[in-house]
């Protein structure tokens, strides 16, 4: 992941160079089909200036419905009087910019696609929790390797980084309480995202 936001940021600031208009039309959106589909073709102002506007739809509407002949004309006008200047050596970089993005979005497709495919297998009550997925319950797993490591649940709960410690001197008792995480990335923001995860699945 980070690996594809350093992408992200190398590619806008390339775009910033060539076609500085684009993002903004783009709705500062360069992760939508929309923008890879014109990207990998077109890369800059000069070069979507010159291609037509039925091929510059046809390229751009592959594997999506939310790009319409009317927005491709705006594009083409758009390019015509952009402040980019064009550079063959930039216009690569763009193109292999999203190439390198979409092997990765493959690879940790091909990744996740695994490791649901093991979770199925595995079987693991963990699953069975509301809002619970089988990547973040691979995650969970994968840090907490034995549940037997832990004789007890709440040292499961102070592992994650879960419970609550009030931090009180003397007299003075602190006006907010915090979850202190023992020693595990991520894990504690994981769970505490359960509750929005929730909130997303249809009541019955």
Known sequence: ????????????????????????????????????????????ASEIE????????????????????????????????????HSDSLSK???????????????IDDANHLIVKHMELLDTPIIQIPGMGYIQAAYILSIIQNIQRFDSPCKVVAFAGIDP??????????????CLSVAVNFLDTLLFGLPTMLEKIPRL
């Open 50 to 85: 010159k291609v037509r506007v039925d091929k510059l739809y046809n390229v751009i509407s592959h594997n999506t419905r939310q790009f319409s002949k009317a927005r491709a004309e705006s594009l083409k006008k758009l390019a015509q009087s952009s402040f980019g200047f």
């Open 165 to 178: 410690k009030i931090r009180q001197s003397g007299q003075f008792t602190a006006s907010k309480i915090e």
């Open 93 to 107: 970089r763009i193109k292999n910019f999203i190439n390198q993005i979409e092997l990765i979005e493959s690879q």
């Open 1 to 44: 992941m980070k690996s594809k936001t350093k992408l992200y940021i190398q590619l806008t600031a390339a775009l910033d160079r060539v076609f500085p208009e684009l993002k903004p039309f783009l709705k500062k959106n360069l992760k939508t089909n929309i923008a890879h589909n014109l990207l990998k073709n077109y890369s800059t």
